[in-house]
């Protein structure tokens, strides 16, 4: 601070002059920053790019390119067949009876567990004695493998006399074996029964999570109106589990679309290819029976299938979300 004198002698103390601005960063500097972060960047995607060209792109176009071959799996003295693979699948009553059943299975298990789940979720919503019990109890079924219990079913499900259903309907009831696994419907309903069964706790315990994050408000504000328990359900409840519900199609869609293991282990695909399902033909025929180029074009329309119905199914709920909001 200095101090000057003033027209009466007196001296008058200034402020002190202001501080020089340091100046800006260099541009040069910046764009050797620039660089840096876009190099950290491609050090931490490199590794996630590799592991995904080696585990998914790379088998994806190699599936592609079988499927206009006949390769064998042994010898690489194979030919380009064209599309003489994809017009074989469709003559083929073996992968088209696959294809239909994964298909009813997929839209039969997403309709019946989605329509258990949510009110099986707004009991499990409610103060009870033991309502941590039945919570466990409903979830313990998605624990286990599906192969487990689809062996622990087969007994249950058994055509014979000595199966567990058997058994009681004759007892209770008087009636004799009925050929649960032994028929065509009859397995398909069980197959179909047991995949319900073993989903529907899972994805009741997911909507119970949406649930537990809808405010009281909304309802107490509704009960003051006089809205009854019906409109509360369809006006609050069912838009706010929107979300919910858009995650649990999706995974019962695909997961139905994809089934392997209960199928496999409950009826092994039978009666006469009855309950066969497109994940065991192109394990039949792409391991085998070394039929790699068949199999290659069932896993390459299978993948199309599994696209189209995601990306239709994600279409129509996104579209259901709006209209509820």
Do not use: C
């Amino acid at each position: 601070m200095s101090k000057t004198t003033g027209a009466s002698g007196r001296k008058i103390a200034s402020l002190p002059a202001p501080p020089v601005l340091a100046r800006a960063g260099k541009p040069q500097s910046r764009t050797w920053r620039a660089l840096a972060d876009a190099a950290a960047i491609q050090v931490y995607l490199g590794p996630m790019l590799i592991i995904f060209a080696s585990l998914v792109l790379v088998p994806v176009l190699a599936t592609v390119f079988l499927s206009f071959t006949d390769f064998n799996g042994y010898s690489f003295n194979f030919h380009l067949v064209g599309l003489a693979n994809y017009s074989a699948l469709f003559a083929n009553p073996q992968i088209v009876a696959g294809l239909t059943f994964s298909a009813m299975y997929a839209v039969a298990t997403t309709v019946v567990v989605t329509v258990i789940a949510v009110p099986l979720a707004l009991v499990l919503n409610r103060r009870f004695a033991g309502r941590n019990f039945v919570r466990a109890t409903l979830f313990f079924p998605a624990v286990p493998s599906l192969i487990v219990l689809g062996l622990v079913w087969a007994y249950i499900f058994s055509p014979i006399s000595s199966g567990v259903f058997n058994s009681v309907l004759h007892d209770v009831l008087g009636i004799g074996p009925v050929p649960w696994l032994a028929q065509n419907l009859l397995a398909q309903i069980s197959v179909i029964t047991v995949g319900v069964w073993a989903q529907a706790g899972w994805h009741a315990t997911s909507y119970l999570a949406y649930l537990q994050s809808i405010s009281a408000d909304y309802y107490d504000a509704a009960a003051i109106d006089g809205a009854s328990a019906l409109q509360r359900f369809f006006q609050i409840t069912l838009p706010l589990l929107a979300p919910a519900m858009t995650v649990s199609v999706v995974l019962l869609m695909t997961g139905g679309l994809r089934v392997y293991e209960l199928p496999l282990a409950l009826t092994n695909g039978g009666p006469v290819y009855s309950t066969y399902t497109v994940t065991q033909n192109i394990v039949l025929y792409g391991v085998s029976q070394g039929e790699y180029g068949l199999g290659s074009a069932l896993s390459v329309v299978f993948l199309l299938i599994v696209a189209v119905v995601l990306l239709l199914t994600l279409w129509v709920l996104r579209w259901r979300e709006g209209q509820l909001s």
